[in-house]
Each structure stands twice: as C-alpha cells, then as structure tokens.
C-alpha cells in the first residue's frame, strides 16, 4: 500500500467520521421533534435547519475549556480522545463494500469489539478524574453496566460469525442469505439491545441521567471536549448501526448490490439509527437494577441459547 | 425491529418483581413498550404542533388582553379611568375650551380638549378597569401585542401610539342568538314618552314624535 493510498484511505474514514455522526445526530433531532409533535430546528443554514449541528459545533469551539482545579488534569484532558479515537479505528474497519474498507484485516469483527469496548474506559477516565461526585458515580454505573452488555454483545456476534464461519466482517455478508432474518433473530434482538446499553443510549442512560446526575461523567467538561463526547456517542451509534447492518442484515446485499452496494450498507445502518433514536424517544429510562437483571437474565441466557441454535444450524446443513 | 422474544423475556420477569402482584403487571409491560413506540410513531405523522411565531403570525381570539387601544374622539377627560386604575398608569391632561353660542343671546359652551393621553405600559397590568369603566367607549383591548422595548421607559405609550392601535382593534363579538337587545338599539324602539299633561287617557304613542 503505497504512501498515498494511506493518506487517502484515511481522509476518507475521517470525513466519514465528521460527517455520518453529523447526519445521524441530525436526523435525530429532527425525528425526535416530530415524534413530540415538534418541528425541531428550523433556521440554522436556511432550510429546515440543515446546518444545527455545524452551529452547534462553532458553539463548542467558541466555549472556555475548563479543567476543574481538583481534577487529574492529564487524564481530564485526553479521557474525550480516549472515547472517540476507538470509534474512529471501528469505523476505519467497518466494510461498506466487498473490499471497500479502509483496513481491511482478516479478523475485523474481533478488531471492531476490542475498538468500541476502549471507547468505555474514556467514560470511565473522565469520571475518575473530574473529581467530582456525580461524574464518579456515573462513571461507575458506566463501567458496571459496560461490563454486563459486553458479554451479550461478544456472544451474540461470535452467533453471526459462527453461522458464517469467519471472523471477517466481509466473510459474513459473503456467508449471509435471508433465512438468516429469522435464524439469527435472537441474536440480532441481543445485539440490538446489548449495543444500545454499550452506547448508554436511552433507555440505558443510567451512566448520565440527568436528573440524578448532572451529566454524569461529563458533568465538569465544556467547550469541545465535551463536544468531542458528544460525537464518541453518534460515531458510536453510527458504528454500531453499520456493524449490524454488515452482520444480520446482510450489508451490501441487495438490488444492484454490484453498483449500489455500498449505499445498501448505509441505507441498511441509517435504518437501524433511525430505530436507536426511536427508542430514545419511546422509553423511558431503566433503573440501575433492572438494568443488570436484564443483562444477566434475560440477554446472556438468549444470547447463549442463540449460539447454541447457530451451532446445531451449522453442524445440520454443512 | 421485531422484538417480542426479548421482552417478552424481560416481561416475564418484570412481572415476577411486581410488587403490585397479579394480573396488571401481567397486562403490563410488554404492550407498554409497544404502545410507546406506536404513540411516538403516529404522533411522527401527523402535523407538528409548532406555531411559527416570528415567522407566521399567531390568530388571537377577539377578547384577547394585548394592549389598550384609544379612540380619541370619544374621550371626554372625565378621568374616570385614570382613578380606577389600580396603579395608577394613566396620565391625562386636558384643558377647557369654550364654543361660542350658536343663537344670538345664547349661552357659551364650555368642551374638555385632550392635551395628553398616556398608558405607561411598564406599570399596566392589564386588569382592563379603565375599558370596563369607561362610559364613552373610548377604551378598547386589542390583540396586538408586539411592543416590547429594550428601555422600561419607553413603555410610556401616547395618545398618538395609543390612537394607532385603534387599527388593530377586532369588531365585538356577535351577541349569543337568544340574548336581549342592545341596550343602545333598545333604547331607539322605545316608545317615546307622551309629553306631560298631555291627558290622562292618552295613549302613550304618537303624540310624541
């Protein structure tokens, strides 16, 4: 790979990385509005507030970055990198197409996990080091909670990998035919449920409920680190929602998947987005307790029973 | 997403915790969660319920309590309203001028002019006394109500800006169907009263037009 090809390669996944979370974030708001009966923003940029988010975003910058004077500066500072780089490396390997990807590794499923399981320490670092009550407690119930989807989350994509039999990303769309809609459906519901928690997503926003919390382990940030959070969380839903699109509902797969493939991956993530959001909407916020029921109850013993039923399916038709 | 094998799994268990016990839990939770994103998908479809206000302006009922409207030429200085009014926001001032006598060996008139008429709108607080008592309906409410100021001082309205209001002023509400007459109208109809002395077996009707 030439010296070029990786600048590009980069610039690509970068302007990606600026632009699909912007995109998510504002369909967002702008579903949300109209699931309230609202309009949502309509002014910035002129037409039905296309340009919110890049207002927004001139907001952040324009704001004093702040460290509190108790606070462990250096991990202060780097804990929103720490969140949002992870994404960053996830997205870079998330496959749109057969062979567009921008590393393309043999195993990037396992290499997708490892990412996005990182993005939860940042949490964690902010909270310890804001030295501040609420940005602790949130950072715990984060961690807590982080550590309880994981293993649903690991299981219910080791069912879709096993049911392929690769760890490649683009091994599985290869492997992917529709029956797969209803064989890996628990799965997919795991996976769903599981990913939502690790982005602390509504109904699983314990970690910063707001009215408990302040904003939990972003409580003492300003400015654009606290931006920087902020876009950890939409890179996260953007990665996830592509992850399950490549996993359970076939990626790429489709009408003139040859030409188009590559907008069937984002048609099929921004569908799934779309339905992060909606739930958002929907429901209301789960306690702590229920929370870890729902993990190790209900999510483990599915996920579980659902690799079992990948492995008779796989041991029965090869 | 099709999620019913995962909550019906967290329903089950959720209902084992109700502390409520027995059958609501049971109706509970899973139907709950379905009709939040029913509720949230339906509203998405129909009509925002956003008014545009700066952009599209919004339609008042007549009655609204905007601002106090002055029809000048019905003012007569009386001052009824500037001593009704609780706190004491109007400010008129006024002289006398006096009509000749039209009829030779008559008598000069004497007429209050209107010198001042002044709302101060920062100390208003829009009970609506001076229109109720006004008894020359000079006063009136209008729905307009964009005339905020960025000095609290400005917030002293004249007569002149007072006046321009009167544009604004929507017409009174028809009367309900089976309501009394006016009193104004039902005053015209009334049969005038016969002169005095004019004879005790006198019918009371034409004699006095």
Known sequence: MSALEVVVRSVAVLAAFLVLPLLVGQTEHKVMAHMQGRLGPMYAGGFHGWAQLVADGVKFAQKEDITPRAADRTIFRIAPFVALVPYLLAMAALPLHEGVAAVEVPASAV????????????????????????????ALRSAAQLVSYELPLVLSVASACLAAGTLSLAGVVEAWSPWWLVWQLPGAVVFLVAALAELQRPPFDMPIADAELVMGPWTEYTGLRFAFFLLAEYAGIVVFSLLFAVLFLGGWRGPFSDELGWLWTLLKGLVVAVLVIWFRVAWPRMREDQLQRLAWLVLLPVALAQLALTGIGVVVTR | MNAPTDHGHEHGHDHGHDHRGGKPGAKGMLPGILKGLATTAKTATRRAHTREYPDVAPELPPRSRGVIALLEENCTSCMLCARECPDWCIYIDSHKETIPATTEGGRDRQRNVLDDFSIDFSLCMYCGICIEVCPFDALFWSPQFEYAETDIRDLLHDKERLGGWMDTVPPPPALDERSAEPAEVAAVNKPARAPRGAGTTGTSGASGA
């Open chain 1, 111 to 138: 290499l997708l996990l490892a990412a996005t399981s990182v993005g939860a320490l940042g949490t964690l670092m902010a909270g310890w080091a804001s030295a501040n009550k609420y940005a602790l407690l949130g």
